[in-house]
């Protein structure tokens, strides 16, 4: 059996110190010839948990399901916003410099890509008012 052209697997490699802290990731080709800069199915995948175990219609054997497209478009977008507006997440952490006693700043997505300052609540989220302009 041989290997068709453009296809590759890739074998991802955590460094890491004594202390368990990550060092350094090294992407290494196990199948094929070329490496791939990110394997993005490794995000979509993980992405794809995170909704799993958020999203109970998207469970299998459940009695919890999405009757209507309104109901899945809300309940998805409930948990896109929770995933990136309220929820910190361990690997974007930053050292922190402006609050004492704390050594990182715990970041959500969004505050990691600049769109807020602070971490939203649910109850900030039900009662800021948007303007829509045409």
Known sequence: MRVPEGVSLTQTIKHRDEHGRLLG???RTAIG?????????????RLNGVLRDRLAC??????????STAT???????ALFEHNWLRVHPALSQPSS?????????LTPAMAIGL???RWSWQEFL??????SS
Do not use: M, S
């Open 116 to 118: 807020t300052e602070h």
């Open 33 to 45: 010839t070329t490496a791939v800069e990110q394997p993005v199915p490794v995000h979509i995948e």
């Open 25 to 27: 990731v090294e992407i």
């Open 98 to 106: 402006t609050v004492p006693g704390r050594y990182y700043e715990r």
């Open 127 to 132: 009662t800021t008012k948007v303007t829509v």
């Open 58 to 67: 998207l469970t299998r054997k459940t009695h919890a399901f999405a009757k």
């Open 72 to 78: 899945w478009d809300a309940l998805f977008g409930l």
